[in-house]
Nanobody, 113 residues
Framework: QVQLAESGGGLVQAGGSLRLSCAGS????????VAWYRQSPGSERAYVAA???????FYEDFVRGRFTISRDHAKDTVYLQMDNLKPEDTAVYYC???????WGQGTQVTVSP
């Protein structure tokens, strides 16, 4: 069974950058499509981006051009580089094995005005 662990969240000013990491453990992580989601207080969890095994990438419109998803197969890790952050990006960010119930514990991102 694959397990996921996010890291890299924190507090940043608007316009700043953060890089989130999602470390996968378990056999076959390299084959999996992995997605990032986020959840703000009072809101449902929202899809952000995804990356396939061959590193094809997909983005939700509200992050396209600002966020970049990538992966390092040698490290079994998926990254989310977040640039030009806005206060509305404040949320708990989760990684997920796409279309499964395998989730990490989440990492808090807070963007101050």
């Amino acid at each position: 069974q694959v397990q996921l662990a996010e890291s890299g969240g924190g507090l940043v000013q608007a316009g700043g950058s953060l890089r989130l990491s999602c470390a996968g453990s378990g056999n076959g992580f390299w084959r999996l499509t992995v997605a990032w989601y986020r959840q703000s207080p009072g809101s449902e969890r929202a899809y952000v981006a995804a990356i396939t095994a061959d590193s094809s990438t997909f983005y939700e419109d509200f992050v396209r051009g600002r966020f970049t998803i990538s992966r390092d197969h040698a490290k079994d890790t998926v990254y989310l580089q977040m640039d030009n952050l806005k206060p509305e990006d404040t949320a708990v960010y989760y990684c997920n094995v796409y279309r499964t119930d395998i989730w990490g514990q989440g990492t808090q991102v807070t963007v101050s005005p």
